[in-house]
Protein backbone atom coordinates (compact mmCIF):
# COMPACT_ATOMS: atom_id res chain seq x y z
CA UNK A 1 0.00 0.00 0.00
CA UNK A 2 2.04 2.96 -1.42
CA UNK A 3 1.52 6.07 0.75
CA UNK A 4 1.25 9.49 -1.41
CA UNK A 5 1.50 13.17 -0.69
CA UNK A 6 -0.12 16.02 -2.59
CA UNK A 7 1.53 19.76 -2.21
CA UNK A 8 -1.29 22.22 -4.04
CA UNK A 9 -0.27 25.77 -4.54
CA UNK A 10 -3.15 28.27 -6.45
CA UNK A 11 -6.63 28.73 -6.57
CA UNK A 12 -10.04 26.43 -5.66
CA UNK A 13 -9.80 24.82 -9.10
CA UNK A 14 -6.05 23.23 -8.86
CA UNK A 15 -7.47 22.25 -5.52
CA UNK A 16 -10.26 20.57 -7.07
CA UNK A 17 -7.68 18.68 -9.66
CA UNK A 18 -5.68 17.55 -6.78
CA UNK A 19 -9.19 16.25 -5.37
CA UNK A 20 -9.69 14.34 -8.23
CA UNK A 21 -5.97 12.97 -8.73
CA UNK A 22 -6.63 11.83 -4.91
CA UNK A 23 -9.66 10.32 -5.65
CA UNK A 24 -7.70 7.90 -8.45
CA UNK A 25 -5.21 7.45 -6.07
CA UNK A 26 -7.69 6.36 -3.55
CA UNK A 27 -9.05 4.01 -6.40
CA UNK A 28 -5.96 2.40 -6.72
CA UNK A 29 -5.56 1.02 -2.90
CA UNK A 30 -3.24 4.38 -2.31
CA UNK A 31 -3.41 5.80 1.19
CA UNK A 32 -3.20 10.04 1.60
CA UNK A 33 -0.29 11.42 4.17
CA UNK A 34 0.40 14.99 4.88
CA UNK A 35 3.53 14.28 5.54
CA UNK A 36 5.50 14.08 2.88
CA UNK A 37 8.32 12.67 4.68
CA UNK A 38 6.33 9.97 4.93
CA UNK A 39 5.21 9.96 1.30
CA UNK A 40 6.19 7.27 -1.15
CA UNK A 41 4.64 9.82 -4.00
CA UNK A 42 4.88 13.36 -3.95
CA UNK A 43 2.86 15.00 -6.80
CA UNK A 44 3.45 18.51 -6.47
CA UNK A 45 0.15 20.30 -8.40
CA UNK A 46 1.36 23.99 -9.36
CA UNK A 47 -0.14 27.10 -10.87
CA UNK A 48 1.16 29.48 -13.16
CA UNK A 49 -1.22 32.15 -13.02
CA UNK A 50 1.26 34.82 -11.47
CA UNK A 51 4.74 34.89 -12.19
CA UNK A 52 5.78 34.95 -8.78
CA UNK A 53 3.70 31.87 -7.75
CA UNK A 54 5.38 30.18 -10.51
CA UNK A 55 8.74 31.12 -9.29
CA UNK A 56 9.02 30.55 -5.40
CA UNK A 57 6.51 27.29 -5.86
CA UNK A 58 7.37 25.59 -8.74
CA UNK A 59 5.73 25.75 -11.82
CA UNK A 60 2.92 24.87 -13.81
CA UNK A 61 3.86 21.51 -15.80
CA UNK A 62 2.19 22.78 -19.13
CA UNK A 63 4.25 26.49 -18.99
CA UNK A 64 7.35 24.98 -18.37
CA UNK A 65 7.76 21.76 -18.55
CA UNK A 66 10.79 20.60 -20.74
CA UNK A 67 13.19 23.40 -18.37
CA UNK A 68 11.73 21.95 -15.12
CA UNK A 69 12.70 17.76 -16.41
CA UNK A 70 15.99 19.08 -17.09
CA UNK A 71 16.56 21.24 -14.05
CA UNK A 72 14.45 19.26 -11.53
CA UNK A 73 16.69 15.61 -11.77
CA UNK A 74 14.31 14.20 -9.23
CA UNK A 75 11.07 14.54 -10.67
CA UNK A 76 9.93 11.75 -12.38
CA UNK A 77 7.10 12.68 -14.43
CA UNK A 78 5.39 16.20 -15.70
CA UNK A 79 1.95 16.07 -16.15
CA UNK A 80 -0.49 18.92 -17.64
CA UNK A 81 -3.62 19.67 -16.41
CA UNK A 82 -5.47 18.15 -19.24
CA UNK A 83 -3.58 14.50 -18.53
CA UNK A 84 -4.39 13.87 -14.99
CA UNK A 85 -6.03 10.71 -15.56
CA UNK A 86 -2.51 9.25 -16.89
CA UNK A 87 -1.22 9.04 -13.28
CA UNK A 88 -2.13 6.27 -12.31
CA UNK A 89 -0.95 4.22 -15.21
CA UNK A 90 2.22 6.24 -14.82
CA UNK A 91 2.53 5.00 -11.27
CA UNK A 92 1.58 1.46 -11.23
CA UNK A 93 1.21 0.53 -15.51
CA UNK A 94 2.77 -2.07 -16.99
CA UNK A 95 6.61 -1.26 -17.31
CA UNK A 96 6.93 -2.08 -21.18
CA UNK A 97 3.66 0.20 -21.52
CA UNK A 98 4.74 3.28 -23.71
CA UNK A 99 3.99 5.62 -21.28
CA UNK A 100 6.80 3.85 -19.40
CA UNK A 101 9.95 4.52 -22.04
CA UNK A 102 12.69 6.84 -20.57
CA UNK A 103 11.81 9.70 -23.69
CA UNK A 104 7.99 9.83 -22.53
CA UNK A 105 8.27 11.50 -19.67
CA UNK A 106 6.50 14.76 -19.83
CA UNK A 107 2.35 14.71 -21.14
CA UNK A 108 1.39 18.06 -21.20
CA UNK A 109 -0.87 17.76 -24.38
CA UNK A 110 -4.01 19.86 -24.10
CA UNK A 111 -7.27 17.61 -24.81
CA UNK A 112 -9.83 19.37 -25.80
CA UNK A 113 -12.36 16.67 -24.68
CA UNK A 114 -11.13 16.60 -20.76
CA UNK A 115 -14.00 17.70 -19.07
CA UNK A 116 -13.89 15.14 -15.81
CA UNK A 117 -16.48 12.97 -17.52
CA UNK A 118 -17.30 9.92 -15.32
CA UNK A 119 -14.72 11.18 -12.49
CA UNK A 120 -15.75 12.72 -9.12
CA UNK A 121 -13.09 14.06 -6.61
CA UNK A 122 -12.35 12.96 -3.06
CA UNK A 123 -14.11 15.05 -0.27
CA UNK A 124 -11.75 17.10 1.11
CA UNK A 125 -13.52 17.86 4.38
CA UNK A 126 -16.98 17.38 6.11
CA UNK A 127 -19.00 20.90 5.69
CA UNK A 128 -18.54 21.73 2.18
CA UNK A 129 -17.39 20.31 -1.10
CA UNK A 130 -16.15 22.33 -4.69
CA UNK A 131 -17.14 20.76 -7.61
CA UNK A 132 -16.35 22.10 -10.85
CA UNK A 133 -18.51 22.75 -13.34
CA UNK A 134 -15.80 24.13 -16.32
CA UNK A 135 -12.37 23.65 -17.50
CA UNK A 136 -10.50 26.34 -19.62
CA UNK A 137 -11.74 29.98 -20.54
CA UNK A 138 -12.78 31.63 -23.73
CA UNK A 139 -11.96 34.99 -22.96
CA UNK A 140 -8.94 36.08 -24.14
CA UNK A 141 -7.89 39.09 -20.90
CA UNK A 142 -4.65 40.31 -22.67
CA UNK A 143 -2.63 40.21 -19.13
CA UNK A 144 -3.85 36.67 -18.46
CA UNK A 145 -1.89 33.43 -19.11
CA UNK A 146 -4.99 31.25 -18.16
CA UNK A 147 -6.54 30.21 -21.29
CA UNK A 148 -3.02 29.19 -23.29
CA UNK A 149 -2.79 26.76 -20.34
CA UNK A 150 -5.88 25.55 -19.73
CA UNK A 151 -7.56 26.05 -23.30
CA UNK A 152 -10.99 27.03 -24.33
CA UNK A 153 -14.55 26.20 -21.99
CA UNK A 154 -15.19 23.05 -21.67
CA UNK A 155 -18.53 22.43 -19.90
CA UNK A 156 -19.10 19.44 -17.87
CA UNK A 157 -22.14 17.51 -18.45
CA UNK A 158 -24.96 18.54 -15.93
CA UNK A 159 -25.34 14.88 -15.06
CA UNK A 160 -21.97 14.39 -13.65
CA UNK A 161 -22.11 17.41 -11.95
CA UNK A 162 -25.81 16.51 -10.45
CA UNK A 163 -24.12 12.87 -9.43
CA UNK A 164 -21.09 14.41 -7.55
CA UNK A 165 -23.15 17.33 -5.64
CA UNK A 166 -25.25 13.91 -4.93
CA UNK A 167 -22.40 11.56 -4.02
CA UNK A 168 -21.60 14.58 -1.11
CA UNK A 169 -24.89 15.14 -0.06
CA UNK A 170 -24.81 11.46 0.59
CA UNK A 171 -22.02 11.91 3.06
CA UNK A 172 -23.40 14.71 4.70
CA UNK A 173 -22.04 17.70 3.15
CA UNK A 174 -24.66 20.49 2.97
CA UNK A 175 -22.48 23.31 0.91
CA UNK A 176 -21.60 22.99 -2.50
CA UNK A 177 -19.21 25.47 -4.14
CA UNK A 178 -19.63 25.26 -8.29
CA UNK A 179 -16.07 26.07 -9.87
CA UNK A 180 -15.50 27.12 -13.43
CA UNK A 181 -13.10 30.16 -14.21
CA UNK A 182 -16.57 32.34 -15.54
CA UNK A 183 -18.74 29.86 -14.40
CA UNK A 184 -21.64 31.59 -14.97
CA UNK A 185 -21.01 31.11 -19.09
CA UNK A 186 -22.09 27.28 -18.56
CA UNK A 187 -23.80 26.08 -21.30
CA UNK A 188 -24.31 22.31 -22.30
CA UNK A 189 -27.01 21.21 -24.79
CA UNK A 190 -29.83 20.59 -22.55
CA UNK A 191 -28.90 23.45 -19.37
CA UNK A 192 -27.43 26.90 -18.72
CA UNK A 193 -26.14 28.12 -15.19
CA UNK A 194 -29.37 29.22 -14.20
CA UNK A 195 -30.83 25.46 -15.04
CA UNK A 196 -28.14 24.27 -13.13
CA UNK A 197 -28.46 25.88 -10.23
CA UNK A 198 -31.77 25.41 -9.66
CA UNK A 199 -31.21 21.60 -10.43
CA UNK A 200 -28.76 21.52 -7.83
CA UNK A 201 -30.82 23.08 -5.15
CA UNK A 202 -33.32 20.42 -5.55
CA UNK A 203 -30.90 17.71 -4.28
CA UNK A 204 -31.93 16.70 -0.48
CA UNK A 205 -29.67 17.59 1.84
CA UNK A 206 -27.88 20.61 -0.40
CA UNK A 207 -28.74 23.60 1.84
CA UNK A 208 -26.02 25.76 0.51
CA UNK A 209 -24.91 26.49 -3.45
CA UNK A 210 -21.74 28.85 -3.86
CA UNK A 211 -20.21 29.37 -7.22
CA UNK A 212 -16.83 31.23 -8.32
CA UNK A 213 -15.81 32.89 -10.59
CA UNK A 214 -18.97 34.77 -12.56
CA UNK A 215 -18.07 36.88 -15.81
CA UNK A 216 -20.20 40.02 -15.30
CA UNK A 217 -20.65 39.81 -19.10
CA UNK A 218 -23.02 36.60 -18.29
CA UNK A 219 -25.52 38.02 -15.59
CA UNK A 220 -29.14 37.56 -17.85
CA UNK A 221 -32.27 38.30 -15.85
CA UNK A 222 -33.17 34.24 -15.68
CA UNK A 223 -30.42 34.40 -13.78
CA UNK A 224 -30.43 37.25 -11.74
CA UNK A 225 -34.07 35.89 -10.65
CA UNK A 226 -32.79 32.60 -9.18
CA UNK A 227 -29.60 34.41 -7.48
CA UNK A 228 -32.05 36.15 -5.22
CA UNK A 229 -34.75 34.24 -5.10
CA UNK A 230 -33.91 30.19 -4.85
CA UNK A 231 -33.19 30.40 -0.48
CA UNK A 232 -30.23 28.02 -1.10
CA UNK A 233 -28.06 30.15 -3.24
CA UNK A 234 -25.88 32.34 -0.94
CA UNK A 235 -25.54 35.60 -1.25
CA UNK A 236 -22.27 36.25 -2.09
CA UNK A 237 -20.49 36.48 -5.42
CA UNK A 238 -16.79 37.48 -6.93
CA UNK A 239 -17.13 39.66 -9.47
CA UNK A 240 -14.02 40.46 -10.79
CA UNK A 241 -14.00 44.13 -12.08
CA UNK A 242 -9.85 44.71 -12.96
CA UNK A 243 -10.34 48.30 -13.64
CA UNK A 244 -13.06 51.09 -13.62
CA UNK A 245 -12.12 52.81 -16.58
CA UNK A 246 -13.51 52.05 -19.79
CA UNK A 247 -10.50 52.58 -21.77
CA UNK A 248 -8.58 50.17 -19.26
CA UNK A 249 -11.42 47.53 -19.81
CA UNK A 250 -11.35 47.76 -23.76
CA UNK A 251 -7.20 47.38 -23.23
CA UNK A 252 -7.74 44.37 -20.99
CA UNK A 253 -10.23 42.64 -23.68
CA UNK A 254 -12.62 42.28 -20.48
CA UNK A 255 -15.68 42.23 -22.35
CA UNK A 256 -17.51 44.21 -20.29
CA UNK A 257 -17.86 47.66 -19.23
CA UNK A 258 -18.53 49.26 -15.77
CA UNK A 259 -22.05 50.44 -17.28
CA UNK A 260 -22.73 46.83 -17.32
CA UNK A 261 -20.95 45.96 -14.42
CA UNK A 262 -22.69 48.48 -12.19
CA UNK A 263 -25.82 47.18 -13.53
CA UNK A 264 -25.20 43.63 -11.86
CA UNK A 265 -24.19 44.88 -9.20
CA UNK A 266 -27.53 46.92 -8.25
CA UNK A 267 -29.80 44.22 -9.57
CA UNK A 268 -27.88 42.21 -6.61
CA UNK A 269 -28.11 44.86 -3.93
CA UNK A 270 -31.59 46.16 -4.97
CA UNK A 271 -33.34 43.46 -3.25
CA UNK A 272 -30.66 42.69 -0.66
CA UNK A 273 -28.66 45.46 0.67
CA UNK A 274 -26.60 42.63 2.23
CA UNK A 275 -25.95 41.11 -0.75
CA UNK A 276 -22.30 40.79 -0.19
CA UNK A 277 -19.85 40.96 -3.33
CA UNK A 278 -15.76 41.11 -3.58
CA UNK A 279 -13.93 41.95 -6.62
CA UNK A 280 -10.34 41.94 -8.66
CA UNK A 281 -8.10 44.71 -9.39
CA UNK A 282 -5.58 45.20 -11.23
CA UNK A 283 -3.75 48.60 -10.16
CA UNK A 284 -1.14 50.14 -12.45
CA UNK A 285 -2.03 48.32 -15.69
CA UNK A 286 -0.14 49.35 -18.79
CA UNK A 287 -1.21 52.70 -20.18
CA UNK A 288 -3.48 53.53 -17.07
CA UNK A 289 -3.67 57.27 -16.46
CA UNK A 290 -4.13 59.36 -13.72
CA UNK A 291 -7.86 59.93 -15.02
CA UNK A 292 -8.33 55.70 -15.72
CA UNK A 293 -7.48 55.09 -11.92
CA UNK A 294 -9.94 57.93 -10.47
CA UNK A 295 -12.17 55.73 -12.95
CA UNK A 296 -11.40 52.50 -10.29
CA UNK A 297 -11.42 54.53 -7.56
CA UNK A 298 -14.95 55.90 -7.77
CA UNK A 299 -15.93 52.52 -9.12
CA UNK A 300 -15.15 51.20 -5.86
CA UNK A 301 -17.28 53.89 -3.87
CA UNK A 302 -19.68 53.45 -6.09
CA UNK A 303 -19.41 49.38 -5.84
CA UNK A 304 -19.04 49.22 -2.11
CA UNK A 305 -17.49 45.63 -2.30
CA UNK A 306 -17.04 43.48 0.55
CA UNK A 307 -13.20 42.53 0.23
CA UNK A 308 -11.21 43.17 -3.09
CA UNK A 309 -8.21 41.36 -4.07
CA UNK A 310 -5.95 44.23 -5.15
CA UNK A 311 -3.12 43.32 -7.59
CA UNK A 312 0.11 45.66 -8.73
CA UNK A 313 0.47 45.03 -12.22
CA UNK A 314 3.01 42.89 -13.60
CA UNK A 315 3.08 41.74 -16.86
CA UNK A 316 3.17 37.69 -17.72
CA UNK A 317 5.21 36.83 -20.43
CA UNK A 318 3.40 34.67 -23.09
CA UNK A 319 0.30 37.29 -22.47
CA UNK A 320 -0.65 40.39 -25.18
CA UNK A 321 0.23 42.75 -22.78
CA UNK A 322 3.36 41.62 -22.01
CA UNK A 323 4.70 43.18 -25.31
CA UNK A 324 3.23 47.06 -24.22
CA UNK A 325 5.54 49.51 -23.03
CA UNK A 326 4.65 50.22 -19.40
CA UNK A 327 4.43 53.94 -19.03
CA UNK A 328 4.50 53.68 -14.67
CA UNK A 329 7.23 53.49 -12.45
CA UNK A 330 7.12 50.95 -9.85
CA UNK A 331 6.28 53.28 -7.12
CA UNK A 332 3.68 55.13 -9.02
CA UNK A 333 2.00 51.76 -9.15
CA UNK A 334 2.80 51.15 -5.52
CA UNK A 335 1.42 54.41 -4.23
CA UNK A 336 -2.19 54.01 -6.52
CA UNK A 337 -2.08 50.44 -4.50
CA UNK A 338 -1.46 51.78 -1.54
CA UNK A 339 -4.19 54.57 -2.23
CA UNK A 340 -6.84 51.79 -3.53
CA UNK A 341 -5.95 49.30 -0.30
CA UNK A 342 -6.68 52.20 2.00
CA UNK A 343 -10.18 53.15 0.10
CA UNK A 344 -11.39 49.64 0.43
CA UNK A 345 -10.14 48.81 4.23
CA UNK A 346 -12.55 51.58 5.40
CA UNK A 347 -15.05 49.71 3.50
CA UNK A 348 -14.76 46.48 4.18
CA UNK A 349 -15.16 47.70 7.77
CA UNK A 350 -18.25 49.46 7.43
CA UNK A 351 -20.19 46.70 5.31
CA UNK A 352 -18.81 44.55 7.83
CA UNK A 353 -20.27 46.63 10.83
CA UNK A 354 -23.48 46.11 8.71
CA UNK A 355 -23.94 43.01 10.39
CA UNK A 356 -23.78 44.06 13.76
CA UNK A 357 -26.83 43.73 15.29
CA UNK A 358 -28.39 40.97 12.76
CA UNK A 359 -29.17 37.45 13.86
CA UNK A 360 -27.42 35.43 10.89
CA UNK A 361 -27.59 30.88 10.27
CA UNK A 362 -24.31 29.97 10.28
CA UNK A 363 -22.45 27.37 9.08
CA UNK A 364 -19.92 25.78 11.37
CA UNK A 365 -16.61 24.95 9.71
CA UNK A 366 -13.90 24.67 12.45
CA UNK A 367 -12.82 25.65 15.94
CA UNK A 368 -10.75 28.31 16.10
CA UNK A 369 -6.73 27.48 16.06
CA UNK A 370 -6.43 30.32 19.06
CA UNK A 371 -9.27 29.21 21.43
CA UNK A 372 -10.58 25.33 20.81
CA UNK A 373 -13.53 26.22 22.67
CA UNK A 374 -14.80 28.91 20.20
CA UNK A 375 -15.84 28.40 16.82
CA UNK A 376 -15.43 29.78 13.29
CA UNK A 377 -18.08 29.57 10.27
CA UNK A 378 -19.54 31.90 7.48
CA UNK A 379 -22.90 33.90 7.48
CA UNK A 380 -24.95 32.81 3.96
CA UNK A 381 -23.51 35.97 2.37
CA UNK A 382 -20.12 34.71 3.32
CA UNK A 383 -18.85 36.82 6.43
CA UNK A 384 -16.72 34.47 8.91
CA UNK A 385 -17.92 35.03 12.42
CA UNK A 386 -16.44 33.72 15.48
CA UNK A 387 -18.65 32.61 18.69
CA UNK A 388 -18.18 30.89 21.72
CA UNK A 389 -21.08 28.27 22.64
CA UNK A 390 -21.91 28.37 26.90
CA UNK A 391 -20.58 25.57 28.46
CA UNK A 392 -22.37 22.26 27.78
CA UNK A 393 -23.76 22.89 24.28
CA UNK A 394 -22.19 20.59 21.79
CA UNK A 395 -21.25 22.55 18.73
CA UNK A 396 -19.48 20.77 15.38
CA UNK A 397 -18.58 21.83 11.76
CA UNK A 398 -21.55 20.90 9.57
CA UNK A 399 -23.53 22.21 12.26
CA UNK A 400 -26.00 24.99 11.43
CA UNK A 401 -26.51 27.55 14.36
CA UNK A 402 -27.89 30.82 14.96
CA UNK A 403 -25.72 33.60 15.52
CA UNK A 404 -26.63 37.06 17.55
CA UNK A 405 -23.45 39.55 15.69
CA UNK A 406 -22.38 41.73 18.47
CA UNK A 407 -19.21 42.78 18.03
CA UNK A 408 -16.28 43.42 15.61
CA UNK A 409 -12.61 42.67 16.22
CA UNK A 410 -10.46 44.14 13.49
CA UNK A 411 -12.12 42.45 10.16
CA UNK A 412 -13.73 39.89 12.12
CA UNK A 413 -17.31 39.75 13.45
CA UNK A 414 -18.02 37.71 16.49
CA UNK A 415 -21.46 36.86 17.79
CA UNK A 416 -23.20 35.28 20.94
CA UNK A 417 -25.13 31.91 20.00
CA UNK A 418 -29.23 32.00 20.22
S1 LIG B 1 -11.95 35.70 -17.86
FE1 LIG B 1 -10.03 36.74 -18.41
S2 LIG B 1 -8.92 36.86 -16.45
FE2 LIG B 1 -10.52 35.30 -16.17
S3 LIG B 1 -9.49 33.35 -16.71
FE3 LIG B 1 -10.50 34.10 -18.58
S4 LIG B 1 -8.89 35.24 -19.66
FE4 LIG B 1 -8.20 35.00 -17.53
Known sequence: MKKYHLATYGCQMNEYDSAMIAQELDMCGCVETNNQEDADIIIVNTCSVREKAEETCGCMAKNRGPELLKRLKN?????????????????????????????????????????????????????????????????????????????????????????????????????VMLLGQTVNAYKTPNADFTTLLTKVSEIGGIKRIRFTSPHPRHYTNELIDVLLNNPKVCHYAHIPLQSGSDAILKKMRRQHNMEQYMTVIEQLRSKDPYYAISTDVICGFVGETEEDFEQTIKAFEACQFDTAYMFIYSPRKGTESYKETEILTPEEKLARHTRLVE?????????????????????????????ATEFVGKTDNFKKVIFKPEEGRIVKPGDYVQVKIDDIRGWTLRGTLV
Open 343 to 371: LQNAITLKRNQMMIGRTEEILVETSSTRD
Open 75 to 175: VNYIVGPDQYRKIPELLFGDAQSPLHQTHHKMFIDEDLSENYLGEYAKLQNDVSAFVAIQRGCNKRCSYCIVPYLRGPEKYRDMDDVLTEVKRAADKGITE
